[in-house]
């Protein structure tokens, strides 16, 4: 009984963060990061409730970490992470190596309590970034879209590869033994099967899930749900093959893209799944930060106890440690990134291409968009308790504590900086989306207008009333035209058109939230009944959503 008021608690903090976050960013000048409030709604509870939550690091990876990788993998635009395939590359792999060793042997350096090879887990688990975190803090000051793209891509590709080196790391502190030469072989083979097992399994369930739908019908909640177990089956079973279930769960993902990609799926299959999927990152992302919010005392009375095992006896050496760790992250972030763009530029010299030289301002901000959350704190919350000997895992009370207020801290650092470094920066060019979007939008309409030629004339013939059919394809098809004519043409008529379009937008738009809440007066008054009542607002809902995004 006390496990399920634990889990309505957590998840009654989440919806309460939620409240409370939009209610600051009205009164508050500076955007305030969603995971903050929730980190102090956990501190709160941990306050005032009479339990506390045990976290079995085992579990606690297997329920969040394969779904959030998962909805990251599937969810990435690929274009871009092709087009800039390179950069992302050099970020998501080079600088997490680079960030492992350098504040690996930084951290050791500085906390002598914490062992060279917890130290290395430490700084691994802190290599991955969080682009959702990013987006939140860069509301009012939007981050250019091809720096989003490489922030994303960066963060899907360096989730796995920070994650598989702090299990390398772990696995060294447990053993006490490490070997470089076996441990790239490994790694590569773990990433190879993990990969592997990720795609095959992925295709195979879209496959028999294809097949069945086609013979016997697609119902939309099974969908729903064989999408939710994909990323946990991908990850159990790499993980019992001894291959790596984070990359498994990443690949799945990255697949269930491509195979969605046939569209054999049904609309309202497509937007069901989407809520689900937005309700679950949503939720798992909160938890994770009220976890650690109501973790965080505890955390900090054991990480106190590790700083005066190495002689310090004032609680704010632990300020000092965070602040100094979050520095070097950032010093080393943004030197990777100033050679990779040197190398860039000089790669393209050679090819006689051209690149835009960015400005100081703009390589400062990639580096402090590398802000740490959710896959982070997942991670280095799943270090074990105890080593193979029975004895308890070194600092790991002080290396969660260094994680934590280096989340924090780049949150808040972000959250200032971020609005100044970008405001009214100069920005490279973007590849022409608008254009693909236009073509696109053409080439829509001309295939809409030959289909509808094609079942009227299917419907219609032969029937008395042959005219109706042609009267309403006459009046779809004019809404077709009226688009090809006013994307094919330029100068003032174009605009003129593109304002028209606007305005019946904002009209339509008027008139179905009219109908909504004529729907709501009708069911209020008993003139409609519920069934009827939902059935005419959702489908209202559809056609909301499809002009409010237009």
């Known amino acids: 009984m006390e496990e399920i008021t634990i889990a309505l608690v957590l998840l009654s903090a989440v919806v309460v963060s939620g409240i409370i976050a939009r209610l600051m960013a009205r009164l508050s000048p500076v955007a305030v990061p969603l995971p903050l409030v929730q980190i102090a709604l956990g501190a709160v509870i941990a306050s005032s409730a009479k339990f506390s939550v045990v976290l079995e690091p085992h579990i606690f990876f297997l329920l969040f970490l394969p779904p959030l990788l998962f909805v990251d993998g599937w969810r ?7 087009r800039d395939g390179g950069t992302i590359l050099e970020l998501a792999f080079g600088l997490v190596l680079f960030t492992v060793v350098g504040v690996g042997f930084f951290i050791n350096w500085l906390i002598p309590g914490i062992p060279l090879a917890v130290a290395f887990a430490l700084a691994a688990i802190l290599s991955p970034t969080d682009p959702i975190a990013v987006t939140a803090i860069a509301k009012r000051a939007p981050i250019p879209k091809r720096l989003m793209h490489i922030l994303e891509g960066e963060s899907l590709l360096n989730d796995a590869s920070g994650l598989v080196c702090m299990q390398f790391a772990v696995a060294a502190a447990l053993t006490g033994v490490f070997h470089p030469g076996a441990a790239v072989v490994t790694f590569f083979q773990l990433a190879i099967g993990g990969l ?3 795609v095959g399994m992925t295709w195979a369930v879209i496959a028999v899930k294809n097949y069945v739908a086609l013979r016997l019908g697609e119902e939309t909640g099974s969908q729903i749900l064989i999408s939710l177990l994909i990323p946990f089956g991908a990850y159990l079973l790499a993980e019992r093959l001894h291959c790596s279930g984070i990359l498994a769960a990443v690949s799945a993902g990255i697949t269930m893209s491509y195979a969605e990609r046939s569209g054999q799926a049904r609309a309202v299959t497509r937007m069901r799944r989407t809520a689900v ?3 679950v990152q949503f939720t ?10 109501e973790q965080l005392p505890n955390i900090a009375a054991g990480a106190a106890r590790v700083v005066q095992e190495t002689g310090h006896h004032q609680p704010a050496w632990l300020i000092f440690y965070v602040l100094a760790i979050t520095a070097a992250l950032g010093l080393l972030r943004f030197a990777w990134v100033w050679v990779s763009f040197r190398f860039t530029r000089f790669s393209m010299d050679r090819k006689s291409r051209t690149v835009h030289k960015p400005s100081w301002r703009l390589l400062a901000a990639t580096s402090l968009a590398g802000v740490r959350g959710a896959i982070t704190l997942a991670g280095v919350l799943t270090l074990p308790f105890v080593l193979s000997d029975g004895t308890p895992f070194p600092a790991r009370d002080l290396a969660i ?4 207020g280096v989340i924090i801290t780049s949150m808040i650092v972000a959250s200032i900086g ?3 470094l970008l405001h009214r920066i100069e920005l490279p060019p973007e590849p022409h989306g608008e254009r693909q979007e ?7 309409a001309e295939a809409a207008i030959k289909a509808i030629e094609e079942r009227q004339h299917n419907l219609g013939e032969g029937k008395p009333d042959a005219d109706l059919y042609a009267e309403a394809a006459a009046r779809i098809m004019e809404g077709y035209r009226h688009r090809i004519e006013g994307k094919m043409k330029t100068g003032v008529d174009a605009e003129h058109l593109r304002k028209v379009e606007e305005i019946e937008r904002q009209l339509i738009l008027a008139g179905v939230e009219a109908e909504r809440n004529e729907y709501y007066r009708l069911g209020r008054i008993g003139h409609l009944s ?7 607002v959702r489908e209202a809902d559809l056609v909301d959503a499809r002009y409010a995004n237009a």
């Open 284 to 293: 798992l992302n909160g938890i994770i930060f009220v976890l650690l919010g």
């Open 76 to 82: 990435i635009p690929k274009e871009g992470l092709f």
């Open 438 to 444: 236009r073509r696109a939008r053409l080439s829509a």
């Open 401 to 404: 504590f260094l994680a934590a």
């Open 418 to 420: 971020l609005p100044l």
């Open 196 to 198: 592997a097992i990720g």
């Open 530 to 536: 519920d069934d009827i009542a939902r059935k005419l």
């Open 277 to 279: 999927w937005d309700t």
